[in-house]
């Protein structure tokens, strides 16, 4: 029997294409695998009603993590219109089936490293270095935790507001203006947070920076306007910054953080934040070092992780072998992190760091011709 068990879900469009090239890398390595292929996305909501089906969520739990390339997804009216006949009338609701693997295998820590590897044109250049080709880019290597299960994503909305939850919010003197506006004109979103959350996260930011001799661990968050989850969050970084006494613990509002980051991106080193603007700070971060082309990320829980490139199924790339594979194998190193298997990580970081330090294959969105199979090809061949 192999080592590993390892759930393998391409999903739609693009994801197959990083997916199989992905695979070139990893079987390049050797790692004692088997792969189980699971169904997962847009198809399978259109044919069977359900873009995560039981079968795959059975695969899930029998294997140690997951790889995932990416799925579509679109907006309610689309995907019932978009649902085979038979299925129209059975009252089905699309859900994302990201968000809800997050939530049935708890992957409550979102871990995305950003880190810019020389000579990718890509890499950002400060505004205070001349631009220009003689431009010096400003190398960038920080790692963003993002809580994966709660705050603005918990999914807790409504439209229209059910009476009941209206009347409650209308006890609260703060709701006078949109009492004026009347029920029917009325939104609501939530931003939920537990202590048990925040300090989930949190501390794995703390230990992940002793872990890896990090200096600093800088909380994204917006504490002087959401006073009680932001001040919650603020709270209990604060209260677990004192059991790690070597490293720096520093706040940062996410607005005033995105105009830093842009301006010296390389003074930050672990960045700890809730769901959405974990969310914002990593796009961020991944457009300093190269865009959607090479951001990889994973989602982890207690017993089991998912890992996947950040950017989504590009429909209009589908099956061109075209895109950028780089973002999903360095997911797949993040995955070889994940199992212990430290050695083959580096081996694959390194290989990627070569090829484009080299530049001698690329695809479209560093400026060369070369095809996702091209480069995965010449990673694999340099592991
Ligand atoms: P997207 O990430 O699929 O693509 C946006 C653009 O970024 C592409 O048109 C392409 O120019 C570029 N791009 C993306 N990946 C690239 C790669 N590997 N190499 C080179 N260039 C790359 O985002 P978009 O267009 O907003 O969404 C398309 C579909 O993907 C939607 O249905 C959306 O819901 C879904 N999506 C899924 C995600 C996931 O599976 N995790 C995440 C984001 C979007
Ligand atoms: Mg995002």
């Known amino acids: 029997m192999a080592k590993y068990r390892i759930a393998w879900m391409p999903g739609d469009g693009i994801g197959i294409d990083v997916m199989d090239a992905t695979r070139v890398v990893l079987d390049a390595l050797k790692l004692d695998a088997e792969y189980l292929h699971a169904d ?21 739990k029998e294997t140690d993590c997951a790889l995932f390339g990416a799925i579509t997804s679109k ?25 809800r693997l997050r939530q049935l295998f708890n992957l409550h820590t979102n871990l995305r490293p950003c880190k810019s590897y020389p000579g990718n044109p890509l890499n950002f250049r400060g505004t205070e270095v001349a631009t220009g080709p003689n431009a010096r880019e400003q190398l960038v290597d920080l ?31 703060k709701m006078k203006p949109w009492k004026e506006k009347g029920l029917e004109n009325v939104a ?22 002793k872990k890896h001799g990090r200096k600093r661990v800088t ?23 004192k059991s790690y ?42 457009g300093l070092v190269g865009g959607l082309g090479f951001a990889s990320a994973a989602n982890i829980g207690d017993t089991y992780a998912v890992f996947e490139p ?23 190193k993040l995955m070889l992190e994940w199992l212990g298997e430290q050695a083959m990580a580096d081996r694959v970081e390194a290989a990627v760091a070569k090829v484009i330090r080299e530049r001698k294959v690329g695809t479209y969105d560093v400026g060369m011709k070369s095809t996702t199979m091209e480069v995965a090809s010449e990673i694999a061949r340099n592991v």
């Open 40 to 60: 997962i996305g847009w198809d399978f909501w259109c044919r069977e009603g359900d873009a995560l089906p039981a079968r795959t969520i059975k695969i899930l």
């Open 75 to 99: 907006p309610q009216t689309e995907a019932k219109e978009e649902l085979a006949p038979e299925l129209q009338d059975k009252g089905l609701q699309y859900f994302s089936p990201i968000v």
């Open 143 to 173: 790692v963003v935790f993002r809580e994966n299960t709660e705050g603005m994503y918990g999914g807790v909305e409504f439209f229209p507001l059910p009476q009941s939850v209206y009347e409650a919010l209308c006890l609260n003197p």
């Open 188 to 209: 609501l979103s939530t931003r939920i947070v537990s202590r048990q959350g925040c300090e989930s996260i949190c501390r794995q930011a703390f230990e992940f920076a």
């Open 219 to 241: 909380l994204v968050e917006k504490p002087n306007v959401l006073r009680e989850t932001g001040g919650l969050m603020t709270r209990v970084f604060r209260e677990l910054a």
């Open 245 to 286: 006494p070597g490293i720096w613990a520093d706040e940062a509002n996410i607005d005033a953080i995105c105009m830093w980051m842009f301006k010296n991106p390389q003074d930050y080193d672990v960045l700890v934040a809730e769901n959405m603007f974990g969310d914002i700070v990593s796009d961020l971060c991944a």
């Open 310 to 332: 950040t950017h989504g199924s590009a429909p209009k790339y589908a099956g061109q072998n075209k895109v950028n594979p780089i973002a999903c194998i360095l997911s797949a």
